[in-house]
């Protein structure tokens, strides 16, 4: 019975891990850091440094546009949509909040962040009429949240405050997500932790994790959540980017408990995790600047599928294909299970 256990065991790992990556292929090179992707239809959208905005076609690689958002040089680490408009919001102050028209790509500033100490980390769209956007916190340390309600933006109030030194990556733009019920941030720095804000009673709670936390670049930069209960964080110390002690870690409860997975098991630091859709949670994909990392187990183990260096950010376009970007490329990667 033990031998016939363990046959089964082994071939199950075979067949686990036995995904390859069947093609990749760069559909953009441009001088240009980009930190965050939009997939909408068949293009894939994304903004970066020098106020750049732009897409390319998935089915179509040689039909793709770029414009420029302000004639400064802006850095854009944020992008998100609705129905009919993108948003992307500059680092540093003063922040810039631009919509853009999808049809025309007129575009516009809607809101302007001029504390000095202004910087987004993240932009999320819950719905066309919901977004929330977070920032580093002023000296008084108090939650520093953007809300989008019915076409406007305005400042969450809130009593909340940070730990000293807690604040966010904007790696990705992947610390927010949500689902129908919450929706979570994730910080870092001295203290990483995770805000859950219930969409109902809009009470926000905060929950410790025990993930690399202490210095300002530790902690978790990215997180995914498949439903209310389930849900990932990446992330580690990008001035060690080898070092992978407890930097990834999963969540069974909506974030309460963390359970902290592969240490010392995985390839090191890394910036966004994204779940793959109608997976029930069990398939992820990972990136930092050095790896592409999978999951096929909820993220207990995790295997590097390709040495591939310099992406920042990934999404799924379907069950199969991935595209990624970072320094100065877009990629696609198709895989084959």
């Known amino acids: 019975m033990k031998k016939t256990f363990s046959i089964l065991f082994l071939s199950l790992g075979l067949w686990v891990f036995s995904q390859q990556i069947e093609s990749f292929n760069t559909i953009l090179n441009d001088k240009i850091s980009i930190r965050a992707l939009e997939v ?11 106020s750049k905005l732009g897409f390319v076609d998935l089915r179509n690689f040689k039909n793709q546009k770029q414009i420029r958002l302000s004639e400064m040089k802006l850095q854009f680490r944020t992008l998100a949509q609705d129905k009919n408009s993108f948003y992307a919001i500059n680092i540093e102050s003063p922040a810039y909040f631009f919509k853009i028209d999808k049809k ?3 575009s516009e500033i809607i809101f302007t962040d001029t504390v000095k100490t202004a910087f987004y980390d993240a932009l ?4 066309d009429k919901l977004a929330y956007s977070f920032s580093d916190a002023d000296k008084d340390h108090m939650l520093k949240l953007a809300v989008y309600r019915k076409g406007r933006w305005g400042m969450l109030k809130s009593a909340l405050q940070l730990n000293n030194g807690e604040a966010a990556f904007a790696a990705s733009n992947t610390n927010i997500t949500s689902t129908k019920k919450y929706l979570w941030i994730a910080t870092g720095g001295k203290s990483s932790r995770i ?3 219930n969409f109902k009673t809009e009470e926000i709670e905060i929950f410790n994790t ?11 930069y990215s997180i995914d959540f498949y439903d209310d209960q389930f849900g990932v964080a990446v992330g580690g110390d990008y001035t060690k980017q080898a070092a992978n002690i407890d930097n990834i ?3 069974h409860d909506g974030g309460q408990t963390w359970q902290i997975q592969a240490s010392g098991n995985n390839a090191g630091y890394t910036t966004c995790v994204k779940i793959k859709p109608g997976s029930n949670g069990k398939e992820i994909i990972s990136v930092g600047d050095q790896h592409i990392s999978y999951s096929f187990d909820s993220g ?5 599928i390709s040495d591939e260096k310099g992406f920042f950010v990934c ?19 198709t895989l084959k299970f």
């Open 40 to 50: 909408d239809g068949e293009k894939v959208w994304y903004s970066g440094t020098d």
């Open 210 to 220: 025990p993930f690399i936390q202490g210095e300002s670049s530790q902690g978790m």
């Open 249 to 251: 870690a999963t969540t």
């Open 124 to 127: 999320h769209f819950v719905n």
């Open 195 to 197: 805000l859950r804000l």
């Open 315 to 333: 999404s799924w376009i379907d069950r199969n294909t991935v595209v990624l970007a970072g320094k100065d490329r877009i990629s696609v990667m």
């Open 300 to 304: 207990k183990t995790w295997k590097k």
């Open 104 to 106: 025309d790509l007129k």
